[in-house]
């Protein structure tokens, strides 16, 4: 099966044009490992099992796992407003601020707008620099009424973790989880990430062919919710705590908090069904996934997707924007191939395009905006990057085609739900739900 698989990723890698990627499999009682391609085209230098990759946003989940190992331990509850543990926290709605729990920091429901700026500096300080400039984010919906992906959110909540603490978010995040689970490949600072062998993000070059991107795009501000780098083999060691509670040292949390940060807490909508804390949930098939993945500037894609009742894990590191397509083939082909589950088909009952016209206009999503226009019986959103940021030369991407279901879903011309329509209760259509975001029209 090993032979098949890593068939099937050097085949597929070479397709879609990924430089290297490594995939990593728990089937039951075994491991699967297959690697392929480069970790820079600059220096040819393989990727292996070792090679490490910036993970993106599955670092959120490392940071809901301290936050609730403080919850086991009573130093924290669900239910602690976030201004009584952050005395000095300001945002720009003072209702919105009284109202704000932890919870709604686990659950993407905090209201304000959910990407702020980075703040360069890798000081100590670098969370409370950046979390003091949250009055600046506009307040979308009052907290816990709307699941909306938020960076932001999870950063604060980094920043809880090290007032309740004592200690820098990473010490926490070491003491809780790396070091009882023996993940000795995984890091946040770049000095230790340079000493070892690492994987660097490609763009595509003037002449087609994919070229390093030449910056690191993280900043320590943002470790809460995108700073790991790590190997595949920690991540794996990683995914059978998550699933099996499997741990080297004390675990970072119990099995009764382990599952329930797996269970839903808030509905949300397309392309996953709900929020844990703060796991992603959905179905691939018949099998319930609990996963998150992550997207560091279109450069190194990752996925990472559990399903609990298979015993299956699957985790896919990439260094390119193409490594999004390559995640989501290779967790379709270890559904498949190892379970025999399908993703069955979607369908595509569409609603009356007299709805396209009242979502056409420009929505701010704070460092990029859609500008969404009408199309025939379609939406056309163009992802448009502010200006300091398309800069930094993160490829631009091509306009997304989204037809409405009947059920309010946004879909792809492959009936694939990326999004929905907000309903006037929930803001609509003032505000509009895609890529798991409320983003509010100017």
């Not at 480069?38 to 490392?62: C, H, M």
């Not at 808030?266 to 709900?274: N, S, T, Y």
């Not at 025939?376 to 991407?397: K, S, T």
Request: hydrophobic letters at 45%.
């Amino acid at each position: 099966m090993n032979d098949d698989l890593q068939e099937f990723l050097d085949a597929t890698a070479a397709d879609l044009g990924v430089p290297g990627a490594v995939v990593g499999v728990i089937d039951g009682d075994r491991e699967l490992i297959a690697t392929t391609g480069v970790a820079a085209v600059d220096t040819g230098a393989a990727v292996t099992e070792s090679t490490l990759f910036q993970v993106g946003s599955t670092s959120k989940t490392f940071t809901g796992t301290v936050a609730m190992h403080l919850v086991e331990n009573g130093a924290l509850d669900l239910d602690t407003r976030v201004v009584d543990v952050l005395p000095d926290l300001r945002l720009a709605d003072g209702e919105a601020l009284a109202a704000l729990r932890i919870r709604h920091l686990l659950t993407h429901s905090g209201g304000f707008l959910g990407d702020a700026d980075d703040r360069p500096g890798w000081d100590d300080d670098a969370l409370a620099r950046n979390v003091a400039t949250f009055s600046d984010l506009p307040q979308f919906f009052a907290p816990g009424t709307i699941a909306s992906y938020s960076n932001a959110g999870i950063r604060l909540l980094g920043r809880v973790i090290e007032t309740i603490t004592g200690e820098t978010f990473e010490q926490a995040v070491q003491r809780v989880v790396l070091d009882p689970l023996g993940m000795t490949e995984t890091f946040f600072f770049p000095w230790d990430v340079i000493a070892r062998p690492h994987a660097v993000g490609h763009v595509p070059g003037e002449n087609g062919a994919m070229a390093t991107f030449p910056h690191w795009p993280l900043t320590r501000d943002i470790a809460a919710e995108g700073g790991i780098v790590s190997s595949v083999r920690d991540q794996l060691a990683y995914a059978r705590f998550q699933m099996r509670g499997e741990s080297e040292g004390t675990p970072p949390v119990g099995d009764a908090t382990r599952l329930l940060m797996q269970q839903p807490h808030l509905a949300a909508g397309p392309p996953i069904d709900a929020i844990g804390l703060p796991w992603l949930l959905s179905r691939h098939g018949s099998a319930r996934v609990v996963m998150h993945g992550g997207n560091i500037s279109d450069t190194q894609l990752s996925e990472f997707v559990m399903a609990p009742e298979e015993d299956l894990a699957v985790t896919v590191l990439t260094n390119s924007g193409s490594g999004k397509a390559l995640g989501a083939q290779l967790v379709d082909w270890c559904f498949a191939r190892l379970r025999g589950i399908e993703k069955p088909p979607e369908t595509a009952e569409l609603h009356a395009v007299e709805l396209l016209e009242e979502m056409v206009g420009t929505y701010d999503a704070g460092q990029w905006r859609y500008d969404v226009t009408r199309v025939g019986d379609a939406l056309e959103f163009a992802m448009v990057l502010r200006e300091d940021i398309a800069a930094l030369g993160i490829p631009a991407r091509p306009p997304l085609r989204l037809r409405v279901r009947a059920d309010g879903a946004l879909i792809t011309d492959a009936d694939q739900p990326v999004g929905r329509v907000l309903d006037a209760a929930e803001g609509g259509p003032e505000l509009l739900h895609v890529g798991m975001r409320a983003v509010r029209r100017r």
